[in-house]
């Protein structure tokens, strides 16, 4: 067998291979692992939540504590089994969480809530707690604790939670034994050197639940909140502070529903303009390049398959905005092709043999590939980097086409159009131009 036959085959038995992982339906071939896409709130409809955080009491960077919060309600809800939650900051206080496939409002609301917001504070000097304590018997200053001061000690430095009982397991008094992390065992032992001799406040959702003394310095990274708890109350602060404990209060100030045939209309209207886009392309190719035109279009349904499997192997969550950067990419791959092709033109129209012209057109037209290629890449990357949401699922999409069609229009093209260049074709040569 000729070496020239090597690559098309290899190239035509991953495409029909490719073909059962995106689309295993074809043959129904049950035994084949049936791979679903991962569609977007957009398209499978779901919960829109934007939640406004109280940084009134941060101290320290109010970006980490955002931050704090956005990794918490994420492990959260990834322990509920939500298909590919999205939770962001927005802005300097608001946080959106965006969940597909609930379609319940009070669901998504309880997913959320549920997450118990902990923190540590210590005792205000009497003066301070007696001057608001003053003034809030005049009606002022209603919003401050007239008691303990917050900390920068909160939830976000939990590392984990278990019950334990007083007297050694006795059962009498059960506790939620807590251990913080390294930074919050550091904060820890500094809260805790600064105090004492004075109380030590545990917060849980803006209620006092311990009070302790603090009777020496402590260092191991580990307390003990006892509020006269059953077990049962016990178990479900541990389970819920393992879970994730919030570093700030939130607030809900927003809330929508996405409805499920909304979003498969609008998955279908994509999908028909991605099958026109890649009808249209195709045809503009086979009008305007012949041959080589229609080897370009194998190419581009080899580049599709291989995208869609990347996406479901991945795996990418498709929004609208992210179908559209695939559509969009789908001119891109055989924009490659078109300088390859108008270069062959070129050479041919001066004479070369298909050999040469072949040459030369992949040759010459590399550097305006690659270029052309590389700054669409960057564009994709930096949309991808500083934006957010739907925008960052077009760049994701966006980038990945513009990456993979580099493969189709430099290897796959190539293997194919290799097949023709030979002296048989020579008189033949209007099939090329």
Known sequence: ???????????????????????????????????????????????????????????GDKGDAMEGVRDVIERRVNIFGVSEPLVQVEGESRLVVELAGIQDINQAIKLIGETPFL????????????AILDAQAKGERLDEDPYFVPTRLTGRYLKSASVVFEGGGSGIGPQVSIEFNDEGASLFGQLTKDNIGKRLAIYLDGIPI???????????????????????????LAIRLNAGAL???????????????????????????????????????????????????????????????????I??????????????????????????????????ADGKTLTLASNEGFKRAWMSIRDSHVTAILGALILYLFTTSFIKGFALTLGIGVLLSLFTATVVTRAFLELFINPKFEKWKWLFR
């Not at 689309?23 to 084949?32: C, D, E, I, K």
């Not at 402590?218 to 307390?223: C, F, N, P, R, V």
């Not at 498969?264 to 190719?285: D, H, K, N, P, T």
């Open 210 to 236: 311990s009070t302790p003394v603090v009777q020496d310095e402590i260092t191991a990274g580990s307390a003990v909140i006892s509020g006269n708890f059953t077990p049962d109350e016990a178990k479900e």
């Open 1 to 59: 067998m000729p070496k020239k036959f090597l690559k098309p085959i290899i190239l035509t038995a991953v495409a029909v291979l490719l073909v059962f992982f995106v689309y295993p339906q074809f043959l129904n071939f049950s035994f084949l692992p049936n791979v679903p896409f991962r569609l977007g709130l957009d398209l499978v409809g779901g919960t829109h939540l934007v939640y406004e955080a109280d940084l009134s009491g941060v101290i």
């Open 315 to 348: 795996p990418v969550t498709l929004t609208l905005a992210g179908i559209a950067g695939f559509i969009l990419s789908l001119g891109i791959a055989v924009d490659a092709n078109i300088l390859i092709f108008a270069r062959m033109r070129e050479e041919l």
């Open 247 to 313: 570093p700030v209060a939130i607030n809900l100030i927003s809330q929508q529903t996405i409805g499920a045939s909304l979003g498969q209309e609008s998955l279908s209207q994509s999908l028909r303009a991605g099958v026109y886009g890649l009808i249209l392309v195709a045809l503009f190719m086979i009008v305007f390049y012949r041959l080589p035109g229609l080897v370009s279009v194998f190419a581009l349904i080899i580049y599709v398959l291989i995208i869609l499997a990347l996406y479901k192997a």
């Open 119 to 130: 923190d540590f504070r210590e005792e205000r000097p009497q003066d301070e707690s007696q």
